[in-house]
């Protein structure tokens, strides 16, 4: 499958929507069930992640539905990307 996704931020987001079968502007789905994923089972992403730093760090990445990511907190979208 091919996608072709704009870059207007939150485009990895848009781009697992349409992998999924949802509507590519559906990334706020995503983003939700990523946030339940890592609440239900906190304690072994602790684990996985390294400690609850990182996961509290996560956490908050995941945690950010605007549409333009340059307008997060603090101005800096590397604030909310998901990074390794």
Request: hydrophobic fraction near 40%; aromatic fraction near 10%; include cysteine.
């Amino acid at each position: 499958m091919q996608l072709s996704i704009q870059g207007r931020g939150n485009c990895g987001f848009h781009a697992i929507a349409a992998l999924a079968g949802y509507d590519e502007n559906d990334w706020k789905t995503i983003r939700q069930i990523m946030l339940l994923e890592l609440t239900s089972y906190a304690s072994l992403y602790e684990k996985v992640l390294g400690g609850k730093e990182r996961l509290d760090e996560l956490h908050h990445r995941l945690n950010y539905f605007g549409d333009d990511p340059a307008q997060m907190i603090s101005g800096s979208p590397c604030l909310i990307w998901v990074t390794s």
